[in-house]
Structures are given as structure tokens and as C-alpha cells.
């Protein structure tokens, strides 16, 4: 079992920065790829970006590429969403995603998940 826990969401305004982290735990020798997914109102739940567990490997939704970074330090068992220039479409829940399986490209359904933190981008 896999437990992740994210924190650092809040209200910023449009053009401004935000980073999300999330804390790890449990059976993290079982993990392969993290990532984060958010769910605007009314919207699916979309892939956002992820990240190799032990690797270098990356992956980002073309709506935030260039503008969001993702990182992970598996020895301290956290990982990062650097959010910068945000816009008011990148409001919705972030959550925190883990899987055992390499699906770091394909950014495909993850296994586990956090509760979400909120991210509210005004214009």
C-alpha cells in the first residue's frame, strides 16, 4: 500500500506561482511512476505530469508544458509540482499519483492517489 499526501494549494492570481508538494509513504520500494492529475468542475480528471520514481524520466499535458516542472527526491520520499505563469483554467484539485508499473509516458490510470488540494488561479 501506497499512501500519498499532497499539500500547498491556495488562491494565487493569474500569472503567479504555486508549488505543490507530496509526501510519499508506505510501500515506496513498490513504486515506479508519480505524477500528478487535477479535476477542474464539471471536468474528468486529467493527466497533468509525472515523473520516474528513481529515474529521470518526464512527461507533461501539452496545456501545461513549459510552464509546470515536476521533481521528486525518493530518499526523502517527496515529489514537487513547480506551477508557474498560471492561468485561471488551471484551477481544480490537484492530486497526487503513484503506480508500480512504468507508465510515466503514457500517463495512463495510476493505482494510487492523495486527497487533492485545491488550486483556485484568479484573473
Known amino acids: 500500500q501506497v499512501l500519498l499526501a499532497e499539500s500547498g494549494g491556495g488562491l494565487v492570481q493569474a500569472g503567479g506561482s504555486l508549488t505543490l508538494s507530496c509526501v510519499v509513504s508506505?510501500?515506496?520500494?513498490?513504486?515506479?511512476?508519480v505524477g500528478w492529475f487535477r479535476q477542474a468542475p464539471g471536468k474528468e480528471r486529467e493527466f497533468v505530469s509525472a515523473?520516474?520514481?528513481?529515474?529521470?524520466?518526464?512527461n507533461y499535458a501539452d496545456s501545461v508544458k513549459g510552464r509546470f516542472r515536476i521533481s521528486r527526491d525518493n530518499f526523502k520520499n517527496m515529489m514537487w509540482l513547480q506551477m508557474n505563469s498560471l492561468k485561471p483554467e488551471d484551477t481544480a484539485v490537484y492530486y497526487c499519483v503513484a503506480d508500480p508499473r512504468n507508465i510515466v509516458t503514457i500517463g495512463g490510470s495510476f493505482e494510487y492517489w492523495g486527497q487533492g488540494t485545491q488550486v483556485t488561479v484568479s484573473s
Open positions: 508506505g510501500s515506496t520500494f513498490d513504486v515506479y511512476s
Open positions: 515523473i520516474s520514481w528513481r529515474g529521470g524520466s518526464t
